[in-house]
């Protein structure tokens, strides 16, 4: 499987020109291949045939002689730019094609023009890079040098760029791309890795989780524990949305255009990404978290139907709090694609359990009853059991999934213990522990 690590780049100044001179250099070639496509269209409609990546590579050698700009470019960088045209172009047709067939209105407009003024995002298929402990050593295109001896050569170009905050980067990179976002060079590298096989030896450990808002996580385990994962997700989400509906309110009352509309824009679009950075590097850690214990399936609750929110608005007054929470960017779903990954690279598995009814339905006796989602203790009126509203839900999931393996299933009476997760803003995992009953 395919997994894509982006990492900061920090260029020097002169790194940073070189870097934008090969964007300048893809985007003219990017407009130059483009207008090339127009006006054969243009031209020679319904007489010859569409040109082809194949022809307008085959010219790549002249242009570098018209254009020497084109020389900065990596020769499979400049490539992949004229890929690109031609996938643009190709997609363009596609969807005109098929909107028409369908009837529906057109809405396909052709690729247009890059401006020179924005990074061009440049990709590097297989080779030209090399990572070097912590630099990236980028290729651009060919360049002429003087020996020692006095002699003229020719040798391709070079930049070792640092990359920012050491850590341990995969070696096997197959391909990465050079973006410019907000001021910051990123590298995106893609490669391989080829997952453990799920080991079959001993009974498997089983670990089954209820997503919540109040609480991120809260599991139980086959082997008599109850686990809480706590997490910030839910604080700066709830910060952030009130910072964003401050900033929203002001944008309504000023003028469109005017400066400090323009300012508050950006102040919003900084906000968005500073939540989306947050709440990411919050779920990475909790699914590494996971993924690295030593239960072999963990089992969470798919938060696919939005069961918990309610759709009437004179119903859902007591918990806006929670509605909004789970109608605005369930970060659930996001999670449940992390712990995927991780756990499969593990040799472990996650399975995305069905969560009807795991909270209506007491895990002592089967009864099921209606539950608002303020009230957070459930009291069967059958059985009498008294347990956490979350507890019994995770007891229903794992109860699930251990009786599809022909495995006995667990009673909230074997639980004593419970194990709470937390984690400080620096980013370090704590552990408590909490009686049960
Ligand atoms: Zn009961």
């Known amino acids: ?114 401006s020179a003024l924005k990074y061009f995002t440049l990709p590097y298929i297989q080779s030209g890079f090399e990572l070097d402990d912590e630099y990236l050593v980028v290729s651009g295109g060919m360049e002429s040098y003087k020996t020692s001896k006095g002699k003229t050569k020719r040798r391709q170009h070079k930049e070792r760029i640092k990359i920012e905050g050491y850590r341990n980067l995969p070696d096997n990179i197959h391909s990465l791309t050079i973006s410019y976002e907000k001021g910051k060079y990123y590298a995106n590298l893609v490669y391989e890795i080829t997952p453990a096989k799920l080991g079959s030896e001993r009974p498997l450990k089983v670990v089954a989780f209820d997503p919540g808002v109040k609480t991120f996580l809260t599991g139980a385990t086959d082997s008599g524990c109850l686990i809480e994962v706590h997490s910030t997700v839910n604080r700066s989400t709830r910060y952030f949305d009130k910072e964003i509906d401050l900033v929203k309110s002001k944008l309504d009352r000023c003028k469109k255009g005017s400066r400090r509309w323009r300012r508050l824009k950006k102040a919003l679009s900084t906000l968005y990404q500073r939540r989306a950075g947050q709440i990411n590097g919050t779920l990475h850690a909790t699914a590494k978290l996971l993924a690295n ?47 995927g990954y991780k756990t499969e690279s593990r040799g472990k598995y996650t399975h995305k359990a069905d969560e009807r009814y795991s909270t209506q339905t007491c895990s002592n006796c089967g009864n099921r009853q209606k539950l608002k989602p303020t009230i957070r203790t459930y009291k069967c009126p059958k059985c009498a059991m008294v347990l956490g509203r979350d507890d019994n839900a995770a007891i229903n999931l794992l109860n699930n999934l251990l009786t599809s393996f022909y495995r006995p299933k667990v009673n909230y009476r074997d639980y004593r213990k419970k194990k709470i997760y937390s984690r400080t803003l620096s980013g370090q995992w704590y552990v408590a522990y909490k009686k049960v009953g």
Not at 302 to 330: F, T, Y
């Open 1 to 114: 499987m395919l997994l894509t690590e982006k990492v900061v780049l920090s260029p020097t100044p002169k790194q940073e020109q070189w870097l934008w001179q090969m964007s300048m250099a893809a985007t003219k070639l990017y407009n130059i291949a483009l207008q090339q496509r127009r006006w054969h269209f243009y031209r020679q409609h319904g007489t010859a045939q569409s040109l082809s990546y194949t022809y307008q590579n085959s010219q790549l050698v002249e242009l570098k002689k018209a254009f020497p700009c084109f020389k900065q470019l990596y020769s499979l960088v400049a490539q992949e730019v004229l890929r690109l045209v031609n996938k643009d172009y190709r997609s363009f047709w596609g969807r005109l094609k098929n909107q028409r067939l369908n009837g529906d209105e057109v809405t396909a407009r052709p690729p247009r023009f890059k």
């Open 293 to 339: 214990s030593r239960h072999d399936i963990i089992s969470v609750g798919n938060p696919n139907k939005l069961g918990m929110a309610s759709s009437d608005p004179a119903k859902g007054k007591g918990n806006q709090r929670i509605n909004r929470a789970v109608q605005n960017n369930w970060p659930h779903k996001k999670f449940l694609g992390y712990l």
